[in-house]
């Protein structure tokens, strides 16, 4: 690292603007009686969608803040990437939070500012830094879990969310700084130049830094078997923000994890590698067999995207410029289809109430179009050809093949098989069961047209997978320089 | 300064067991409590092991690869910002036992139980 630090602030405009868009949700929620507060989520998505064409601004252009964070074109890719998916989020929030939630400004400023966070855990090339930005997704999406004050399980799913994220929180600083004891430093370029040197006399330092580092990260993408807080977690929550942890704060733990273990962990990579393979293959198995024998929708799409991180940490065990490049683009159409899937899943709560599998009896005939993407965006989740599922998980399971992790990508296509089953009981309660009540619902169009939108979305990528991948491995490529 | 007499007669090895000795203290307390707030007093011993961790090895590691004389204080910095951190967790977290305590009556984390883990 040069002496010179480069204290650009221009580099991070765009952070910048959300923090004034949250500070501005927040104000107007307090000072501005006669501001309609059904208008907050528009007001949100309008600002993120402006503040998401001025991040396209960095574009091919490299830079870094002080060493610490880095704008680069994988930074812009998140923070396109996150921003975006907020933006749904917040569009899919309006109506339920104004009928079910109270306290919209607090909502919305606290969905903005932990985007924040998850850009930064994508952007940091520094422990500390990214340490940070880990908690202050974390503490925004603690409150937002226990968000609910007439749900009874919000706080009980919230509490459990942050006892184990606080404890996942030490484990992971105790692995800092080993690390840190260990290489001397907490860049990540630095950390990568002390372990090329050799690991002599500090390789149990540096095992017990990687498996704390591991089980903390793993708590937070949910890899078996530090899964537990999940279910709760997702049950607990209101709708929207089960879909938004299920989306961006899964992204910005893998986010983290690629650019952490690229960057800083290469030079060790054989004290690694089989415990990411390990974890993936368990992670798999356990998160789809689980996904079976649920009955509630949410704890279903839980464990779906359980399993869905064993393939994405699989691609982390078989670490290359092919695997990583999957690994985005897997991450990206999971995140389209599975947002597909909660706009629905909202659409249908508001309307009914239910969140039962055994609720969303007869939806093909009360509400067709939700249907029909809710069984596009299943079938996609599991990996039918056509849908994006096809394609990114071939792509995806090919590039930890050809690393020699054929076993891995065995047991990935096997349990795919197994998915489609829980997948088909949701899709055949729809279509093929009685409805409950007769009589057509009537879906807001704002609804409809998210669904509709990220529908095509999940076609687009399903079909022509090569662009989203040039962007993705364009996105990769200094990860690897 | 007494620091190069303090540097002879406590070694590495010697803080590093006792931030062992904490973390394994902590890790015991949030795994056994069943109390919500006991369980908060565990994890931020866990941090506090952190501190005590990371100061030992800004103070002994050999830092002579940066050049002569300087010493980078990257542990010491990390150990404010564990320190904050851990402070805005314990509000969040006693923010969230008091929503819970008004719910339910209780904060015994085996009796919160409507969500089947």
């Known amino acids: 690292m040069s002496n010179e630090l480069n204290l650009d602030y221009s580099l991070l405009t765009p952070e910048f603007c959300l923090g004034g868009l949250a500070a501005l949700i927040l104000a107007l929620d307090l000072f501005a009686p006669r501001f309609r507060k059904e208008w907050l989520p528009y007001l949100t998505a309008a600002g993120l969608v402006a503040i998401l064409v001025l991040s396209l601004g960095w574009v091919n252009k490299e830079s870094d803040f002080a060493g610490l964070i880095f704008i680069d074109n994988y930074t812009t890719f998140f923070r396109v990437f996150f921003i975006a998916s907020t933006a749904v989020v917040a569009l899919a929030s309006a109506h339920y939070v104004q009928a079910r939630l109270s306290n919209p400004g607090e909502y919305y400023a606290l969905l903005v500012l932990s985007t924040i966070g998850a850009i930064y855990m994508a952007a940091s090339r520094e422990l500390l830094t990214a340490y940070i930005s880990l908690e202050l997704l974390s503490f925004c999406l603690y409150v937002l879990v226990s968000f609910s004050t007439s749900d009874r399980r919000s706080h009980e799913g919230g509490l459990k969310y942050m006892l184990l994220g606080a404890f996942a929180s030490a484990l992971l600083l105790y692995g800092i700084s080993f690390i840190y004891g260990s290489s001397g430093s907490t860049f990540y370029d630095e950390i990568a130049a002390a372990y ?5 006399g500090f390789e149990l330092g540096l095992l017990m830094g990687l498996v704390l580092v591991l089980a903390g990260l793993g708590f937070k993408v949910a890899a078996v078997p530090f899964h537990m807080w999940t279910p709760d977690a997702y049950e607990g929550a209101p709708l929207p923000i089960t879909a938004y942890l299920s989306a961006t704060s899964k992204a910005a733990g893998f986010a983290l994890l690629l650019r952490l273990f690229s960057g800083a962990f290469m030079p060790v990579r054989d004290d690694w590698q089989w415990m990411i393979a390990a974890l993936a293959a368990i992670t798999m198995v356990v998160g789809n067999l689980v996904a079976l024998q649920q009955s509630n929708i949410k704890r279903l799409l839980a464990y779906s995207s359980i399993g869905q991180v064993g393939y994405m940490l699989m691609a982390l065990a078989a670490l290359s410029s092919a695997s990583a490049s999957a690994l985005l683009l897997h991450l990206s159409g999971y995140v389209i289809t599975n947002l597909a899937a909660f706009i ?5 709560y508001n309307l009914t109430d239910k969140e039962e599998i055994r609720g969303f009896r007869g939806m093909a005939e009360r509400a067709p179009l939700l249907a029909a993407v809710l069984a596009a965006a299943l079938f996609s989740l599991s990996g039918m050809p056509l849908f994006a599922g096809f394609f990114t998980k071939f792509i995806l399971f090919q590039a930890v093949a050809s690393e020699g992790f054929l076993w891995l990508a065995v047991i990935a296509v096997t349990m795919s098989f197994v998915s489609i089953y829980y997948y088909l009981m949701v899709i055949k309660e729809m279509y093929i069961s009685e409805p409950e009540e007769p009589g057509r619902l009537q879906v807001p169009v704002l609804l409809s047209g998210l ?6 979305g999940v076609f687009y990528v399903g079909i022509y997978p090569r662009h989203l991948l040039e962007v993705a491995e364009e996105a990769t490529k200094l990860l690897f320089a | 300064m007494d620091a190069p007499v303090l540097a002879a007669s406590v070694a590495l090895e010697d803080v590093l067991i006792v931030g062992g000795a904490l973390f394994a203290i902590g890790l015991y307390i949030t795994l056994a409590k069943r109390n ?3 369980v908060l007093m565990g994890i931020e011993l866990m941090l506090n092991a ?9 103070r002994f590691v ?3 690869r940066f ?7 990257d542990g010491h910095v990390f150990v404010i ?3 904050t951190v851990a402070a805005a967790e314990a509000a969040v977290m006693l923010a969230l036992v008091v929503a819970v305590y008004r719910h339910r009556q209780t904060i015994d984390i085996d009796r919160i139980n409507v969500l089947r883990g």
Do not use: H, K, Q, Y
Request: glycine share 10%; charged share 10%; with cysteine.
């Open chain 1, 196 to 200: 090329a040197g050799g690991t002599d």
């Open chain 1, 344 to 348: 629905c899943i909202i659409a249908w």
């Open chain 1, 451 to 456: 669904a509709v939108a990220l529908v095509a």
């Open chain 2, 36 to 38: 919500a707030v006991a």
């Open chain 2, 50 to 58: 952190v501190n005590l961790t990371l100061i030992a090895f800004s």
């Open chain 2, 62 to 64: 050999d830092f002579s």
């Open chain 2, 67 to 73: 050049g002569e004389g300087t010493r980078p204080i």
């Open chain 2, 81 to 83: 910002f564990v320190i």
